[in-house]
């Protein structure tokens, strides 16, 4: 096992070539989450910093979480090649679309329907473990452009922000998400 304070060369480009990632972050009580997030929705902008897009889905932990205790675990596994399992701690932000300097990020991103939060990595460490009770496997391909990605394009802005009312606004443990801006005419 390695640990440091930020990412090597290496580890950039592991990142960069894994189609899978997870994410975990838990309030000061409630529940812990853990989220497995795909498509081309994460940038390493430096050895201490990555950003994530994230996609409107059933929930929304992650961003209610980051309103209570800003911190943040990614995790990356080699599914394929030689096994390897990277973790980078850290304190996040969360950015929507709403917020100045949302437009900087997202140009990191290509342009997806339902994208409602940037998340922040400020990274304090970083730690490498073996992988080697991680399975192979082979990947195919990302589901989001064939089933997510229609979905919330289909919505149109207004539709998806009337998603977000009912099904981001809170979490499962009642946590507000800041995802829906209470008296907004826009939900």
């Known amino acids: 096992m390695a640990t440091g304070s930020k990412l090597t060369g290496s580890f950039i480009k592991f990142i960069e070539r894994q189609p899978l990632f997870f994410v975990a972050t838990a309030a000061p009580d409630g529940r812990v ?43 990356f596994c080699a599914f394929e090649g030689d096994a390897l399992i990277l973790r980078t701690y850290g304190t996040a932000k969360t950015l929507h679309p709403r917020d100045a300097g949302w437009d900087d990020l997202a140009g990191l991103f290509p342009d997806m329907a339902g994208s409602r939060q940037i998340f922040d990595l ?66």
């Open 33 to 75: 989450n853990v989220s497995p997030k795909g498509l081309d929705s994460l940038r390493v902008l430096s050895p201490n910093r990555i950003v994530w897009l994230s996609l409107s889905g059933s929930g929304n932990e992650t961003a209610a979480h980051l309103r209570e205790a800003n911190r943040m675990t990614l995790m």
């Open 122 to 187: 400020d990274i304090e460490l970083v730690q490498t473990s073996c992988g080697t009770g991680v399975p192979v496997m082979t990947f195919h391909g990302q589901r989001g452009p064939e089933e997510l990605l229609p979905f919330y394009e289909d919505m149109g802005v207004d539709g998806v922000e009337r998603y977000w009312a009912r099904k981001n606004a809170v979490s499962i443990d009642g946590r507000d998400t800041g995802t829906v801006v209470q008296g907004s005419d826009r939900v």
